[in-house]
C-alpha cells in the first residue's frame, strides 16, 4: 500500500496537464507531489471516483520540505466533489523551492466541520493592521519633534531621527512577542 498510485482524485494546476499521481502512503491518506509550486497561483482537485462512506469526505492540506509540518487548506465531498483553492504557498515561497506536497486525507463530515482553513483574507487584515500600527508608531514619534515656527508648525528633527526611531522600535518589539500586536491595535 505505501506508496501505490491511486485513480480517486485529480489535481489541475493551470497551465498544467492535469495530474492523478496521488500515491497512498497510508490506509486513508494520499500525496502527491508537486513540482516548481511557487509560480502556481490557485488549483483545483476533484474526486473522480465515489469511494468515500457515507459522511465522509477529502481534507485537503499542503506541506513544505522536509514534509513534516502540514497545513490544512479545504475539503472536497461527495456533494461538493470538486474544489478551487487559492494556493496558500503562493508569496511565502522562494523561486528556487524544486516542489512541495499536497496531501489528501479521508475524514469524518463532524471532523471537516470542525477545522478552519487559515484564509488568506485573514492574513492580510493581519498584515494591514500590523503595518498601520508600524506607520501609526512612527507618526508619534516624527510628532515629538513638532515645533511652532514663524511659518506655523514643522517638523525639526535631527538627521538621525528615523535611525533612532527604528532602533526604539526594535527594542519595543524585542520586549515582549506581541508588543507590535498591540501597537496595531489588535
Same mark, same amino acid.
Given at each position: 500500500?505505501?506508496?501505490?498510485?491511486?485513480?480517486?482524485?485529480?489535481?489541475?494546476?493551470?497551465?498544467?496537464?492535469?495530474?492523478?499521481?496521488?500515491?497512498? %502512503?497510508?490506509? +486513508?491518506?494520499? %500525496? $502527491?507531489?508537486?513540482?516548481?509550486?511557487?509560480?502556481?497561483?490557485?488549483?483545483?482537485?476533484?474526486?473522480? +471516483?465515489?469511494? $468515500?462512506?457515507?459522511?465522509?469526505?477529502?481534507?485537503?492540506?499542503?506541506?513544505?520540505?522536509?514534509?513534516?509540518?502540514?497545513?490544512?487548506?479545504?475539503?472536497?465531498?461527495?456533494?461538493?466533489?470538486?474544489?478551487?483553492?487559492?494556493?496558500?504557498?503562493?508569496?511565502?515561497?522562494?523561486?528556487? %523551492?524544486?516542489?512541495?506536497?499536497?496531501? %489528501?486525507?479521508?475524514?469524518?463530515?463532524?471532523?471537516?466541520?470542525? $477545522?478552519?482553513?487559515?484564509?488568506?483574507?485573514?492574513?492580510? +487584515?493581519?498584515?494591514?493592521?500590523?503595518?498601520?500600527?508600524?506607520?501609526?508608531?512612527?507618526?508619534?514619534?516624527?510628532?515629538?519633534?513638532?515645533?511652532?515656527?514663524?511659518?506655523?508648525?514643522?517638523?525639526? &528633527?535631527?538627521?538621525?531621527?528615523?535611525?533612532?526611531?527604528?532602533?526604539?522600535?526594535?527594542? +519595543?518589539?524585542?520586549?515582549?512577542?506581541?508588543? $507590535?500586536?498591540? &501597537?496595531?491595535?489588535?
Amino acid at each position: 500500500m505505501e506508496g501505490r498510485r491511486v485513480d480517486i482524485l485529480a489535481c489541475v494546476f493551470p497551465g498544467r496537464p492535469i495530474t492523478a499521481e496521488f500515491r497512498q %502512503v497510508s490506509e +486513508k491518506r494520499f %500525496v $502527491l507531489n508537486v513540482p516548481n509550486p511557487a509560480s502556481i497561483r490557485e488549483f483545483a482537485i476533484s474526486i473522480t +471516483k465515489p469511494v $468515500l462512506p457515507k459522511d465522509h469526505g477529502f481534507t485537503i492540506y499542503f506541506s513544505l520540505p522536509p514534509f513534516k509540518d502540514w497545513q490544512y487548506i479545504g475539503a472536497i465531498t461527495m456533494h461538493m466533489p470538486s474544489q478551487i483553492f487559492s494556493a496558500p504557498w503562493r508569496g511565502i515561497l522562494k523561486e528556487d %523551492v524544486k516542489g512541495l506536497q499536497i496531501g %489528501v486525507s479521508i475524514e469524518t463530515q463532524k471532523f471537516i466541520e470542525n $477545522l478552519h482553513p487559515q484564509s488568506q483574507y485573514e492574513e492580510k +487584515k493581519k498584515l494591514v493592521s500590523s503595518v498601520q500600527g508600524i506607520a501609526n508608531d512612527l507618526y508619534k514619534f516624527l510628532q515629538s519633534f513638532s515645533k511652532s515656527t514663524q511659518m506655523g508648525e514643522m517638523l525639526v &528633527m535631527p538627521a538621525k531621527a528615523m535611525d533612532i526611531w527604528l532602533k526604539k522600535f526594535e527594542a +519595543k518589539h524585542k520586549k515582549g512577542k506581541g508588543k $507590535l500586536r498591540r &501597537m496595531s491595535g489588535e
